[in-house]
């Protein structure tokens, strides 16, 4: 059997130009990155703005586990499949972080024969993007400390400094450090933190912004301090926002690539639904929805993160409204929330499968609620039984919801066809009817607990004291408005990882709160989550390699 590298690496691509052309882009609207890879100009959202969009299909899971549930590989997959019945289609996925790459978790491209390509740029530097906020995020971190280094003309207050430094890399020993030690010369001594990139809010910015303009502006709108008297001090006080925005310039631009069956691809954006938004651009999802039919993306981790955020934050900021929700579970995924361990998980076990699917059922409730019909998409696994599919098709039409098995790891788009078949179904009813899950006038308490209860299925929430205080601040300085980003655990649809299946009888945890103003949001850290991942004990980073022709080895 072939790894997932494998298989990249011996298929064919396009040459990028002729991927382009195929979506009705031409060579003056590319900025090549050799010849497999391109960024779209700004000309081409003018070029496209006027035209009709096209329908929306958002590809979203149940809360993963460490049997796997292909949420990316089902986007690609179910891309392909629209391709081969006729369809012009395009979808649109976050980039990969580089801490995942080397962690445990795996890349951004898909998998089998569903991935995009070329896929070792893809996961490793790619074109940059990633390097570019790293930067931006840093410069404006440096020009924090060397303003309170050359007099401090803003009063700010070295405790009250809330934007932190980033990298992209999973670093634990970086979640909290002491900087400025070593005398005058060195800087202010202050307590810090890093982030790993795809939580910064300038990756959230980039995904948000509809353009450079609107990027620099909500640079200069990001709160970086307060000063001694408690008054907000923002990157526009430092003059930092032109500076940030030219890092920024080419980061911008929406990414263009194509699958292993050459459909384009429009990748733009960070992952992390977990500490994030975890969501790609708008930009890149309104150019899908341009240049395509059926644009189809994806929103990161389970539904209880992605997809909540998709529809409360990205679809608020960006007018978009989906009309049709794709929810990928796994056989073995639903067995591990039944209680059966990984190792266990190849047998069959109906009796846990129908103890696990109460986590199915807890997604499709909550998706329902924003109005948007769903699709099950069951990732297929060489162990999956027939009676064990048939349960869930049984399941899933006692509830009146559509389901169908996916072959594309094993099989690319000729795998998706049944996905693919009942997803058109869904958009030729045309019985969407979406809305938001709150509205932008209740208050920020509020938003949270409303997300705990009737998302996540919490009996209520604890705030802390200084969170408490935090959101009474941020409504006091105008910001009440805005929608929340819960920074939750993406194993449990709790803020414990250890309570599995549908969890009740709990309670969220709320114990930081921090405003995103630049972002246009306000980020609630919720249990034990943490912003900085650390490494595994055997790194995927042990794994990986380089041959002297320059190929890479180990990716997945």
């Not at 929608?483 to 993406?490: D, H, L, N, R």
Request: charged share 20%; hydrophobic share 45%; glycine share 10%.
């Amino acid at each position: 059997m072939l790894s997932d590298i494998e298989i990249a690496q011996s298929c064919t691509m396009k040459p990028i130009t002729e991927v382009a052309e195929a979506a009705g882009l031409n060579a003056d609207d590319l900025e090549l990155y050799g010849k497999y890879k391109a960024k779209l100009g700004a000309n081409v959202w003018k070029k496209l703005q006027d035209k009709k969009p096209g329908k929306l299909v958002l590809v979203t899971a149940i809360n993963p586990t460490p049997a796997g549930e292909g949420k990316t590989t089902t986007t690609v997959g179910l891309g392909q499949a629209l391709a081969k019945l006729g369809k012009n289609a395009v979808i649109a996925l976050r980039e990969p972080s580089l801490g995942p790459v080397f962690g445990v978790k795996g890349g951004a491209a898909g998998g089998g024969y569903a991935q995009v390509v070329p896929m070792e740029d893809i996961n490793l530097h790619f074109t940059g993007d990633m390097h570019a906020i790293t930067a931006a995020n840093n410069l404006l971190c440096a020009m924090i400390d060397n303003h309170m280094q050359q007099g401090n003309l803003l009063n700010i207050d070295p405790r009250r400094v809330i934007f932190t430094r980033v990298m992209d890399m999973n670093d634990r020993s970086l979640r909290n450090i002491t900087i400025g030690l070593g005398g005058k010369a060195n800087g202010v001594p202050r307590e810090d933190h890093f982030m790993i990139t795809v939580a910064s809010e300038i990756m959230a910015i980039l995904c948000l912004a509809s353009d450079l303009a609107d990027l620099k502006e909500r640079f200069g709108n990001i709160l970086v301090a307060y000063s001694y008297a408690g008054k907000p001090i923002y990157a526009k006080d430092l003059r930092a926002e032109g500076a940030m925005a030219a890092l920024m310039r080419d980061a911008i631009k929406p990414n263009l690539v194509q699958t292993l069956e050459g459909t384009p691809c429009l990748m733009h954006g960070g992952p992390f639904a977990n500490i994030a938004h975890g969501c790609n651009s708008v930009q890149a999802t309104g150019l899908a929805l341009r240049l395509a039919d059926i644009a189809v993306t994806e929103a990161g981790f389970g539904a209880d993160l992605g997809a909540e955020k998709f529809m409360d934050i990205k679809c608020r900021k960006a007018g978009l409204a989906p009309d049709c929700i794709v929810i990928v579970a796994t056989v073995r995924a639903l067995k591990y929330n039944g209680g059966v361990p990984k190792a266990e998980l190849n047998a069959p076990n109906p009796a846990a499968l129908e103890r696990g699917i109460c986590n199915l059922d807890a997604h499709l409730d909550n998706m329902q609620k924003f109005g948007v019909p769903v699709v099950v998409a069951v990732n297929a696994f060489p162990t999956d039984t027939e009676e064990e599919m048939d349960f869930i098709r049984d399941h899933c039409a006692g509830r009146g919801v559509r389901v169908a098995l996916s072959e594309v790891f094993a099989k690319g788009g000729e795998g998706g066809r049944e996905l693919a078949e009942q997803v058109l179904a869904v958009l030729d009813e045309g019985k969407a009817d979406f809305h938001m899950l709150y509205e932008d006038s209740l208050p920020l308490e509020d938003k949270i607990r409303k997300i705990a209860k009737e998302i996540y299925g919490a009996l209520g929430v604890t705030i802390a004291p200084a969170a408490h205080k935090e959101l009474q601040n941020i409504t006091e300085m105008g910001y009440g408005d805005l929608p929340v980003c819960i920074a939750k655990t993406q194993y449990s649809l709790s803020d414990d990882p250890a309570l599995l299946g549908r969890p009740s009888e709990f309670v969220v945890n709320v114990r930081a709160v921090r405003l995103a103003a630049g972002a246009g949001f306000v980020v609630v850290e919720t249990g034990a989550i943490m912003t900085m991942p650390g490494l595994p004990k055997i790194p995927a980073a042990e794994k990986i390699d380089v041959c002297a022709d320059g190929k890479i080895t180990g990716l997945f």
